[in-house]
């Protein structure tokens, strides 16, 4: 259920505590072919499976800016600093913390390290309420899409993610020129300025484009089955 649309008088069960997922997406640039709300569409898409699953959830509105600033220099991306982030985390969790069971945090964007350093050095900040990283994706994962694939997974706005939007909302994404050049982009997030290595913005080291709607919702299956096995893992530990 969605913390939006219930009401102050549907969590005043005395005693009881509840789960939380707080979703972070970004607005950031995606390449010539997809929107800026690219991780934030995929994040909301697996976030909605999760509330089909696990309806007594109490799911948080999205955040939808976050840390981007790799791409700072292409116009539109809107971009927290990490403390800027980190300081979204630790207020909305101590909104939360006397009532919460567990609080999860879930970004398809490269927010990972940001959520890290938060929960490692909040640990003893929120004495009764777990806050644990759901991640989508490990690396038994990766290796499946990159069978699907043929190729390496792509950093940014390539194969995954323009056949991820295909699946998920067709009329965003702009017809791709399958001739359209791709720079080699090594360990593009290290200069901290994507626009360096990639004026198109695309970091997707497969030289072949390998993009369609098929690929995309098997993509996100494996991101959805991966969220789930861990939210069970995790909340089957908290009951016992």
């Keep these: 259920m969605r913390l939006k649309q219930i009401k102050a008088i549907d969590l005043k069960e ?3 505590k509840y789960d939380f997922i707080f979703p972070i997406g970004a607005t950031e640039q995606h390449g010539p072919f997809l929107p800026f709300g690219t991780d934030t569409y995929i994040t909301d898409y697996v976030v909605d499976e999760i509330e089909k699953q696990f309806p007594q959830v109490i799911i948080l509105p999205t ?3 976050s840390r981007s600033q790799e791409h700072r220099e292409f116009f539109g991306t809107i971009w927290l600093k990490e403390e800027t982030l980190g300081q979204i985390l630790e207020d909305t969790c101590k909104s939360l913390a006397a009532r919460a069971r567990n609080i ?8 990972d390290e940001v959520i890290k350093r938060f929960i490692e050095q909040s640990e003893d900040s929120f004495e009764g309420t777990q806050i644990t990283l759901l991640e989508m994706c490990d690396q038994e994962d990766i290796k499946n899409i990159e069978q ?3 190729g390496t997974i792509d950093e940014h706005a390539g194969n995954t993610e323009i056949s991820n939007m295909l699946c998920i909302n067709q009329q965003l994404v702009k017809t ?3 001739d359209y050049p791709k720079p080699k982009v090594l360990n593009p997030w290290q200069t901290g300025n994507l626009h360096d290595q990639s004026k198109s913005g695309i970091a997707d080291n497969n030289p072949e484009w390998i993009v369609n709607e098929k690929i995309g919702e098997e993509i996100l299956r494996i991101y959805v089955k991966r969220t789930v096995t861990n939210l069970n893992k995790y909340l089957v530990r908290t009951e016992q």
């Design 176 to 178: 791709l020129a399958i």
């Design 63 to 65: 955040l939808e800016f």
């Design 148 to 150: 699907l694939l043929g």
């Design 14 to 16: 005395e005693g009881r």
């Design 104 to 111: 999860f945090l879930i970004s398809f964007h490269a927010n």
